[in-house]
């Protein structure tokens, strides 16, 4: 089969098809699609803790089950997704754990599935499991025209909070407009933290969801109010310096720095999470947002696109998109 695997670290030019053996294990996913997500970036670099060479790329897939023994739960023919705790979905066979699967809805494509679990797992645990979210009052979003970010804002504008995002460009600002956040232009000498503040009255925000990382870091910790709670997940632009804890205690500031394996460690926790996910696109709660598909070959270009940060939504790596 063929599959993309990292024998040297470095640029998008590394991400290369090869012929490879078929995986092992007890369940076998025919691949469809595969999510192309900032840690496949950092995999890439070397930058991620635990990757080693040979490396094979990709966290994150749909297909359909072709092999699962009796007794597993699971059998051939099943729909299903997997993302986080499983390693290599860029190649057109996958073997995943039973715990990491995740079925599928029948009126949820395996593309629309792709595209959001990912990014809507990842949502749902900083809005549900790890934010301290008022009843009313206002957050930050940044990236937030982006994969996980536009999920995260659609979330919380439907809890009826203030939710401001910065965006990189107009027509970023022009869909959280139309979502209902209030957007903030970070681009050129835009202040976006002088522009909070201003609308705030000065006191700034409850929570800041961070996902750009040494850029935007300082500026998230001057920003959240008294008692307030700033929510790294990510590092798009780079890991940010230490932080003195003595900046958090002028404000009473939480920090955190949550990853999603450690939110759905547990079957049980994965597939209620899953089902809020597709509950949440069914209803309307979020728009799901394709930005780009890629074959496989083209990982590359999925890659650069992503570093570039031009896009608006999911990133798609087409492997086998005829299976239903």
Request: net charge negative; charged share 15%; hydrophobic share 45%.
């Amino acid at each position: 089969m063929q599959a993309i695997i990292i024998n040297q670290f470095g640029g998008p030019e590394q991400l290369r098809l090869q012929e490879v053996d078929a995986p092992g294990g007890d369940i076998i996913v025919q691949a469809a699609w595969a999510g192309v997500n900032f840690v496949d970036i950092y995999q890439r670099e070397g930058g991620y803790p635990g990757v080693k060479q040979p490396w094979p790329m990709g966290i994150e897939g749909t297909g359909i089950i072709t092999h699962a023994p009796v007794g597993s739960g699971w059998k051939a023919g099943e729909r299903v997704a997997y993302t986080t705790g499983v390693q290599g979905s860029y190649a057109e066979q996958v073997a995943v754990p039973a715990a990491n699967l995740i079925r599928v809805p029948d009126d949820v494509s395996l593309r629309d599935a792709c595209a959001a679990i990912e990014h809507g797992l990842t949502a749902i645990m900083l809005a549900d499991d790890v934010a301290r979210l008022p009843v009313s009052g206002a957050v930050l979003v940044h990236a937030a025209a982006g994969g996980v970010g536009g999920w995260l804002v659609q979330l919380l504008v439907a809890r009826g909070l203030t939710v401001f995002g910065t965006a990189s460009s107009a027509a970023k600002a022009a869909w959280l407009s139309s979502v209902g956040a209030v957007p903030v232009r970070y681009d050129g000498d835009a202040d976006w933290l002088a522009s909070v503040l201003d609308q705030t009255g000065g006191r700034g925000v409850d929570v800041v969801f961070d996902s750009v990382g040494k850029s935007t870091f300082t500026h998230s910790l001057q920003l959240v109010a008294t008692r307030g709670h700033v929510i790294l997940f990510g590092a798009a632009s780079g890991q940010p310096d230490p932080v003195d804890v003595l900046q958090l205690m002028r404000k009473s500031i939480t920090l955190t720095r949550p990853v999603l394996p450690h939110y759905v460690d547990t079957p049980a926790r994965l597939q209620a999470h899953a089902a809020a996910v597709f509950r949440h696109i069914a209803d309307g709660t979020v728009q799901l947002r394709i930005h780009a598909t890629y074959p496989l070959s083209d990982a590359a270009l999925a890659h650069r696109a992503l570093a570039d940060r031009g896009t608006q939504g999911k990133l798609l790596l087409s492997i086998n998109s005829q299976i239903a």
